[in-house]
C-alpha cells in the first residue's frame, strides 16, 4: 500500500490570538472577552467543572482589577516577536500557519463604523512575512475573542445586531487581505458555545434569563454570520475556501446496552447539529423534537434560511484533542476535557489534566465525519498539553509528545487510506502559549519552549524542544518519516 501522504498537505501549527498574541491595550486594540480571565492556582488540573458565566458586574469588576494577573492579555508575547517566530516556523518547514485575527483588534469596541488602521497593520506586516517564508495563513476569524463592549452593550450574540457588526468586521478583513489569505475558518468551536457562550459569544450570566434558549438563539446569529462570511469571502476572495470548525470530541457508548447507544448518538447529533447547518446548509430535523422538549423557539427571520442553504462551507477543521464516553443513565465518574467533562473510557490513558488519550479515535472520527459529510477535513487542532522539565543545559526531552503526535498522525494517514480527504494537520500550540482551559503557561504543548511561569515572570525567550526536530524531519519527509 502506498503511505504517503498527499503531497500539498498542510503540514503546520496552530495558535490562537488570544492565547499567543498578547500586546494588550496596545496600538488601539479595545478589550476582550478572554481578557477578564485571571489566573486562578486552584483551577489548573483537570477541569471537571463547567466554567461559571461571569455577570456584567464581574466583567467590569475585572477590568480594573490591580490584584490578579490576566495571562491571556500577555499570551506569548508574539506581538513583539512577530519576526522572531515566522523564522522559526519556517526553519521548521511549515506549509500552514493556523492563526485567529482579534476581532477588537481591528474594532476595539465592535460597533465602529471604521476600523483601526494600526490593528489592520499589525495583521498585515504577518503576512507579508509569512508570504517571503512560503507558509499559507490559515485564519480564524473568531477564537474566543469577542468584544467586550459588544457583550456589555448588546448582550454578544444572542443580540440580532451583533450580526451586522460581524458582518463589517469580515467584510472588512476579507478586502485588506484578500492577496495574503486563501484559507478561512468561520467561528472555532462553534459547538461549545453552551460552555463557551461568554468567551465566544459575549454572552454574561446575567442577560439571559433561560440560558439554553439564549445559547442557540446565539448559534443561530452564528450561522447567519457565518453564511455571510461565507458569501462575502466567495465574492470577494473567489480562490479562496472558506471552512466551519468542531470541538469533535468523538464519543462511545458506556456499554451495548441500547439506551446507551441511544444515547450517545443522540449526543453525537447534538454536537454535529451546528456543522449540518454550516456544511449542508439546513437544521436537521432531529432539533425539533430537541427544541420541543427544552420548550424553546428560536427566532428565524424571513430569508434566514435561505442564506444559510446558499452559503455554505468549503470544508470542516476539527479540534481533536480526546474521546469521551455517554451512557443513559451516567456514572459519577467523570474525567476532564476542553471545556465539558466526559465519563471514563477504563481502555484509555489519560494526560496529566485528566484528558483521555485515543489516537484510533481519530481515525474512527474521521471516516465518521467525512462520510456524513463528503467534504475536506482539516485537523487544525491535535497535541499535548504537559509540563516539561528544563534540563541544566536548557535543552527539553518530550518524548511523551513526540510519542502521542506520532500516534495521531499515523491514524490520520490511516484514515487518508480509507479514503478520508484530510487537508492537513496543525499542531496545536506548536509554540506554548496560554491554556484555555485553565489559562496556565505550565500546561504547554509547543515544539518550542516560552521562558514564562503561570504569572507572567520569566524572559518570554524562545528554545527549541525535542519534539522541534522530530516535527521538522516529519514535514521534511512529507510524514514519511514519523
Ligand atoms: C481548544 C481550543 C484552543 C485550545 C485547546 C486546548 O478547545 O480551541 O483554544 O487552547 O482547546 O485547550 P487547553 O489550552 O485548555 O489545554
Partial sequence: MHRAFPKDFLWGGATAGSQYE?????????????????????????????????????VLKSMDDTLNYY????????????????????????????????????????????????????????????????????????????????????????????????????????????????????????????????LSAGI???????????????AHHQFIGSALAVKWCHEIIPDAKIGAMLSRRYTYPKTSKPEDVYENYRSSQLTQFYSDVQVRGEYPRYMNRHFDELGISIKVEEGDLDLIKNNTVDFLSISYYSTGVVSAVPEDDFVAGNLAPSERNSFLEQ?????????????????????????????????????????????????YRIHYLKRHIQQVQEAILDGVEVMGYTIWGWIDLV???????????????????????????????????????VIESNGKVL
Fill in 204 to 218: 454574561t450570566s446575567d442577560s439571559v434569563h433561560d440560558s439554553k434558549a439564549g445559547y442557540y438563539q446565539a
Fill in 351 to 399: 494526560t496529566e489534566w485528566g484528558w483521555q488519550i485515543d489516537d484510533i479515535g481519530l481515525r474512527t472520527c474521521l471516516n465518521d465525519l467525512y462520510d456524513r459529510y463528503r467534504v475536506p477535513i482539516f485537523i487544525v487542532e491535535n497535541g499535548l498539553g504537559a509540563v516539561d522539565i528544563v534540563e541544566e543545559d536548557g535543552s527539553i526531552n518530550d518524548e
Fill in 22 to 58: 498578547g500586546g494588550y491595550g496596545l496600538g488601539g486594540k479595545g478589550s476582550s472577552t478572554s481578557d477578564i480571565e485571571y489566573f486562578q492556582p486552584s483551577e489548573v488540573r483537570k477541569t471537571l467543572k463547567e466554567k461559571r458565566v461571569p455577570t456584567r458586574e464581574d
Fill in 71 to 198: 495571562p491571556k492579555r500577555f499570551g506569548s508575547d508574539f506581538y513583539h516577536r512577530v519576526d522572531e517566530d515566522i523564522e522559526l516556523m519556517a526553519e521548521l518547514g511549515f506549509k500552514a500557519y493556523r492563526m485567529s485575527l482579534s476581532w477588537p483588534r481591528i474594532f476595539p469596541k465592535g460597533d465602529e463604523e471604521n476600523p483601526n488602521k494600526e490593528g489592520l497593520r499589525f495583521y498585515e506586516h504577518i503576512f507579508k512575512k509569512l508570504r517571503e517564508k512560503h507558509i499559507q495563513p490559515v485564519v480564524t476569524l473568531s477564537h474566543f475573542e469577542f468584544p467586550i463592549h459588544l457583550a456589555l452593550e448588546y448582550d454578544g450574540w444572542i443580540n440580532r445586531k451583533t450580526i451586522g457588526f460581524f458582518e463589517r468586521y469580515v467584510k472588512t478583513v476579507f478586502e485588506r487581505y484578500k492577496d495574503y489569505v486563501k484559507y478561512w475558518i468561520t467561528f472555532n468551536e462553534i459547538n461549545i458555545l453552551n460552555y463557551s457562550g461568554f
Fill in 435 to 473: 491554556s484555555l482551559t485553565t489559562s496556565q503557561m505550565e500546561k504547554r504543548y509547543g515544539l518550542v519552549y516560552v521562558d514564562a511561569d503561570d504569572y507572567g515572570q520569566g524572559t518570554y525567550d524562545r528554545s527549541r524542544k525535542k519534539s522541534f526536530d522530530w516535527y521538522k524531519g
